[in-house]
């Protein structure tokens, strides 16, 4: 293996765990490895690993050209720039154009699992940049990320303080992975060489209810947590009045809507067939969190 490799969102949590699985898992040479992100004094650790560092800010296609001069596979992780609709998949687009003038050769990008009639907020972003992708004629892996066990750890605090997980997934089943496992298998596709196309979807291996979570968590925390399934407006009222932005809201009440239409309940042995490993599994996961759970 001899390719270059570029990973965007460097000094973001998955980037950074996907350079970190490159260099100790899958022992990538540091020279091979470019790391990119609008603001490279970020990445100083990495540099003085001999990892290469550069500027990409995806508002500046520029940037995005002088950054990905050179490379041979382009990991392309997904913004965060959800408040403006539409602007996440203009990024992703002038990314993947900058990607063809760059005369990149493989283009690596973060899905989200069946983003085709999915119901959730920013779906039609992924699925564009998927479509972008297929279009330039560059070779492409696409990585389906399930949701994240880490993205319980957001409301789950308060919900254990409280007693009560509001949800409106109806019972509906969803494959948690955990973003540790996305980035070993990010970096294993990444580090591959392989110039086939491929969509990879990553799951757990099993499909859980909202039920299912919080009975593990009130286990291993010893806290009791009852569901309490509620319709949209009441779970868009509740978060409204925590004071989440409107965005943020509209996104988890759709993500609530997809769970309970069976949208998520998809399993793969995607992560096993690129990592060789087992996924983590739920319970793992909330032991191994149990601190910043319950504070």
């Not at 009045?241 to 509209?250: E, H, M, Q």
């Not at 998520?264 to 995607?270: E, S």
Request: net charge negative; charged share 20%; aromatic share 6%.
């Amino acid at each position: 293996m001899s390719s270059t490799l570029l990973v965007t969102g460097a000094a973001g949590q998955l980037g950074q765990r996907v350079i970190h699985h490159l260099l100790e898992t899958y022992k990538v040479a540091p020279g091979r490895i470019i790391a990119a992100t609008r603001s490279p004094e970020k990445l100083a650790d990495l540099a003085a690993k001999g990892v290469v560092a550069r500027k990409a800010d995806f508002d500046d296609a520029a940037s995005l050209s002088t950054a990905f001069a050179g490379v041979d596979r382009l990991l392309i992780i997904s913004t965060d720039s959800l408040a403006v609709p539409g602007q996440r998949l203009k990024q992703h687009t002038a990314a993947v154009e900058a990607a063809k003038s760059a005369g990149v050769k493989h283009i690596l990008y973060t899905s989200m699992p069946a983003p085709e009639g999915s119901l959730v907020s920013f779906a039609p972003d992924h699925l564009g940049t998927e479509n972008a992708i297929k279009a330039s004629g560059i070779g492409h892996t696409i990585l389906r990320d399930a949701w994240y066990f880490d993205n319980y750890l957001m409301g789950l605090p308060h919900s254990l303080e409280v007693g009560k997980w509001y949800t409106a997934t109806a019972g509906g089943r969803v494959s948690n992975i955990s973003r540790e496992d996305c980035a070993l298998a990010i970096a294993a596709a990444l580090a591959s060489d392989t110039p086939e196309n491929a969509t990879y979807t990553l799951t757990g291996s099993t499909a859980v209810t909202i039920e299912d979570v919080a009975s593990v968590v009130s286990k291993i925390t010893g806290r009791p947590l009852e569901v309490v399934q509620v319709n949209d407006e009441q779970l868009a009222a509740g978060l409204t009045g925590a004071g989440l932005p409107k965005f943020v809201v509209d996104m988890l009440v759709s993500f609530d809507a997809n769970i309970r239409a069976g949208n998520f309940n998809i399993l793969t042995n995607d992560f096993n067939k690129l990592t060789g490993k087992e996924p983590q599994t739920l319970r793992s996961f909330v032991e191994e969190h149990k601190a910043a759970l319950v504070g």
